[in-house]
């Protein structure tokens, strides 16, 4: 594989990269590609965390990236998901999350037995450069930056924001150098830290990261696409302008009901919700049944996307690329009823692999610990 097929696969679906100059200096200088996407333990996995990660990370490993996923227990604590309780944070991600992930890569044809898994408490104990670089950190940016790159939430608090929430983004940067890696990869909603750590990488003298002819360097932040949640956006029709920051507030999310498929949904579950998501006839610019076709399902070479319907509206049709079933849709050739139904219909065929992967009892109690702290949190 040339460099030019390896930037292709590294690029691809790819929201933005930070830089595509800088990632193609790595290639062209054979730096060796550490890749990471962090993740906090947060309950239930739904199709933005485990497929669309999982999408990019079939991606890199085809690219000959290594890769590994962080399972953020610290950064979870802090933000006091699943109660703030810190054992039972360490014991999903443990027992649950960490399952869900891999299943997750396997089913976007990636490699999970090549996936390295780290938990914060194995990165932090007995690690002194890393707290060291956390301070490094903190000392090159100012309490304003750090207030803009907490989650929207804790924006949105303000001065009642705690001080943990506010350690969260150095935290988040010194996992980077800590671990070495120079692919930092998430959603567009983690770019606010990935910009921090591309700007203080040359300030930094504990764990900086050094290339091969001896200088320090930034990582590459590469970020995926954030799928869109099922409901109806607050405002409709959408303002064209700020769409990104919209987009990231409808994004999918656990706490929206209605607005997620989980990765271990039942099949009546996810026809259900499909039946029930907000699809504007011929409108293709903010419609999450669209976003999920082009990002869960043709993502895959060679799929196929089969509408079934009687002849007196269109009789059966094939799709074969995404941009073909877009255009039909926006010319009013496919009714949003049959493209509901037929998106549904295929993602029960994909996440059949995770509902299997769980079937077992020892699985099967961990799902049922996980669904018992989302009801009772």
Not at 18 to 30: G, Q, V
Not at 137 to 155: E, W, Y
Not at 180 to 195: E, S
Request: net charge neutral; proline share 3%; glycine share 6%.
């Amino acid at each position: 594989m040339d460099i030019n097929e390896r930037f292709e696969l590294i690029t691809r679906n790819a929201e933005e990269v930070l830089t595509k100059e800088d990632l193609k200096n790595f290639l062209e200088t054979n730096e060796k590609l550490k890749h990471y996407i962090g993740f906090e333990i947060s309950g239930k996995i739904h199709l933005g965390t485990g497929l669309m990660s999982g999408s990019k990370i079939a991606d890199f490993q085809k690219a000959k990236v290594a890769c590994s996923c962080y399972l953020a227990t610290w950064h979870a604590w802090i933000n006091n998901k699943l109660g703030g309780d810190f054992d039972t944070i360490k014991r999903v991600g443990d027992n649950y999350f960490k399952e869900g992930l891999k299943v997750s890569i396997d089913i976007m044809g990636g490699d999970s037995e090549k996936v390295k898994f780290i938990t914060g408490d194995e990165l932090y104990h007995n690690n002194d450069d890393y707290w060291r670089t956390v301070i490094e950190v903190s000392k090159n940016i100012t309490l304003s930056r750090a207030m803009k790159s907490i989650t929207i939430l804790g924006r949105k608090e303000g001065e009642s924001v705690n001080f943990a929430q506010l350690v969260y983004p150095a935290m988040q940067v010194a996992d980077i150098f800590t671990q070495g890696l120079n692919i930092a990869h998430a959603g567009m909603d983690q770019r606010k830290a990935h910009v921090i750590a591309r700007e203080v990488a040359h300030k930094l003298n504990i764990q900086p990261l050094i290339n091969k002819a001896g200088q320090k360097y930034s990582p590459v932040a590469i970020h995926h696409h954030l799928i869109l949640g099922l409901q109806k956006p607050a405002v409709w029709p959408v303002p064209t302008e700020n769409l990104q920051e919209l987009w990231s507030s409808q994004k999918m999310s656990k706490s929206v009901p209605g607005s997620a498929v989980f990765i271990l949904d039942s099949e009546e579950e996810i026809k259900s919700k499909l039946s029930k998501a907000f699809c504007p006839e011929k409108n293709v610019l903010f419609n999450p049944v669209l976003d999920w076709a082009k990002h869960l399902l043709f993502v895959k070479d060679k799929f196929e996307l089969n509408i079934e319907r009687p002849e007196k509206f269109g009789g059966n049709i094939t799709y074969y690329s995404y941009f073909d079933l877009e255009k039909d849709f926006e010319e009013g050739k496919v009714h949003p009823l049959d493209l509901k139904k037929t998106v549904g219909e295929a993602l029960v065929k994909k996440l059949a692999p995770a509902r299997k992967h769980f079937a077992t009892p020892k699985l099967q109690k961990v799902v049922e610990e996980v669904n018992n702290l989302v009801i009772t949190r």
